[in-house]
């Protein structure tokens, strides 16, 4: 789902941009206000990582990590736009059709060896195989035409596609490129969940399980070198303790709850050592229902249920107000949004009349609905240690038991539950979900993409929502696009294969000794250029600069 749009293929599209490295310059003679060469960052991941292989990488959390490892195609600005990023500069054809692409001679993997056209190719083979279950990435080319994609040299590839695809250069930023001669050998779904040799700015040191992860900067990077010297990340997946562990300076940055930020943000002895930061970003929350499911496969009980969702207490309980009611699968920053698609309205008298309009009776008068002698039970799957899930979960449960539904609440470390969703093992779940530039929802809503082919993870299927995706995907005209999208908006409301609840505004805490954080009005801290590559702390700030931390690998 990339956002950046090419607005027209009349022309031949070319971009271009040197890269310079930095010259590593002295403490002693640098201004203190100036960014200052090395030091350790040490910053804090909600969830384990399940991977490091970019092709078959499932999370936000894995690319939080591997965008360090691993350059893209293209990198997204902060105003996400296509920018170089393996690629000096492109030409895209008239008809859409063919992209070439002309790589930086000066690029090189982590193991010495040059990048080369053919380590593209590879990598988009690997997320075209079926075999694969690239899941987060291969909706994305299911267009290509791997048998006209070629590399010409070692440095210019040229992308040939079955069909013009608007958003279709965006999504070249989830081409994080492997090299070939590694990444060719054993099993490629399991054996470099721990390892990795990427062209990125960082080198692996070592993978803890459940643990850290430990990276360092290359000092033979081919492009612009980042400032620092070591990342490491801790997974922390408690909110509270990775709270707590910010405020002692143990982590460096982390995502804080809507409670942390009402009571602490203001604080003066806080804000003298933390900056806070709160924005929105293409993200919201949903109620994720199992479209197969017995129960759940009719839309008029997911309809009813929705209307239990409390939405304006949990905006002002659980957010503190800091929070956007959702309607849909497009936030209101979207140009795809539709303003006139209402939020469904917290009515459980009503879900109770419809429940029992279709069947759904008190039959035994033991407090439960039930039809055809089976009750209507849900179990509702939450991650363990997030501080908005399970008070989410338990007021949509003390809501539901009112009008005879049964909500069981199940409580899951965020890998194993994302496992068991794309399993189709479940009934519902409590997800957040980032989106990506451009608001093409192919991956998330169109039937083709049901795991593990896609991340169509609730199982939906419209012929008419598919018709919509496919005709948005080619049209160019952005005004007929945005039509496109505004009655799709209307169809998937009308559906619920999730019920959309909100769009918290996310805040963050971070370490006034980290200097260079900017933000991106729609991706936040991370995942644009130079994004977290320009971050730095001062010579005398270094707190973290431990042995362990800068470890070598062994």
């Given amino acids: 789902m990339r956002r950046t749009l090419i607005a027209a293929f009349t022309f031949i599209l070319a971009v271009s941009c040197s890269r310079e490295a930095r010259t590593p310059v002295s403490p002693a003679v640098v201004d203190e206000n100036a960014p200052q060469e090395g030091g350790t960052l040490i910053r804090r991941l909600s969830t384990e990582v399940a991977t490091l292989n970019p092709v078959v990488a499932t999370s936000r959390y894995d690319r939080l990590v591997m965008n360090y490892i691993f350059t893209p195609v293209v990198y997204f600005d902060s105003e996400l736009r296509c920018i170089p990023g393996l690629a000096t500069r492109w030409e895209i054809s008239s008809d859409g059709l063919i992209y070439t692409f002309h790589l930086d001679p000066k690029a090189t993997f982590s193991d010495g060896t040059p990048v080369r056209a053919s380590d593209v190719l590879f990598t988009l083979k690997k997320i075209v195989d079926p075999a694969v279950e690239a899941s987060q990435v291969a909706g994305e080319f299911d267009k290509i035409d791997i048998a006209q994609t070629r590399a010409v ?18 999504h070249f930023n989830d081409v994080l490129v492997l090299p070939e001669h590694v990444y060719s050998k054993g099993d490629f779904k399991t054996a470099f969940n721990f390892n990795a040799v990427g062209s990125g700015p960082y080198r692996l040191v070592r993978r803890s399980e459940d643990k850290d992860i430990v990276l360092e900067r290359r000092e033979d990077y081919w492009g612009k070198k980042p400032y620092l010297k070591t990342v490491v990340f801790k997974t922390i997946v408690d909110d509270n303790t990775a709270w707590n562990a910010v405020k002692r300076g143990d982590v460096d940055e982390s995502q804080i709850s809507a409670d942390v930020w009402m009571m602490s943000s203001t604080r003066p002895e806080l804000q003298k050592m933390l900056d806070f930061r709160r924005f929105y970003y293409l993200a919201y929350n949903t109620i994720a229902w199992n479209n197969r499911g017995p129960i759940l496969s009719d839309k008029r009980v997911r309809l009813a249920l929705a209307k239990c ?22 936030t209101p920053d979207q140009w795809a949004y539709n303003p006139n698609v209402p939020v469904i309205e917290f009515d459980p008298l009503t879900a109770k009349r419809e429940l029992n309009a279709i069947g759904w009776l008190d039959t035994d008068h033991d407090g439960v609905l039930d039809k055809d002698h089976k009750p209507l039970k849900i179990e509702l799957l939450v991650t363990s240690g997030n501080s908005a899930s399970l008070p989410f979960a338990q007021l949509l449960e003390s809501e539901l038991k009112k009008i005879g539904v049964v909500l069981t609440i199940s409580q899951m470390d965020g890998t194993a539950m994302l496992q068991r969703i794309l399993a189709g093992n479940f ?26 082919h896609g991340q169509n993870v609730v199982f939906y299927k419209n012929p008419e929502a598919d018709a919509l995706i496919d005709a948005a995907r080619k049209e160019f005209n952005q005004s007929k696009r945005v039509d496109i999208y505004h009655k799709l908006h209307e169809v998937v409301a009308a559906d619920q294969p999730y019920t959309w ?54």
Avoid at 427 to 450: E, G, I, M, R, V
């Fill in 153 to 170: 040299d070692d440095h210019t590839l040229v992308v040939a596609f079955k069909e013009a695809f608007a958003p279709q250069l965006a």
């Fill in 427 to 452: 009934d519902s779940a409590y997800l957040a979900w980032d989106l990506d530039p451009d608001p093409d929802p192919y991956p998330l809503l169109h039937s083709s993409q049901w795991p593990p």
């Fill in 501 to 554: 609840t909100m769009q918290p505004s996310v805040k963050w805490a971070i370490n006034r000794r980290v200097h260079g954080a900017k933000e991106s009005k729609l991706y936040g801290l991370f995942l644009w250029y130079p994004g977290e590559f320009d971050w730095w702390i001062p010579v005398n700030e270094r707190t973290h600069d431990t042995p362990a931390a800068a470890a070598k690998p062994k």
């Fill in 309 to 330: 969702v409390d939405m304006k207490s949990m905006i002002n309980n659980f957010y503190h107000g800091t929070a956007r009611a959702m309607n849909g699968p497009f």
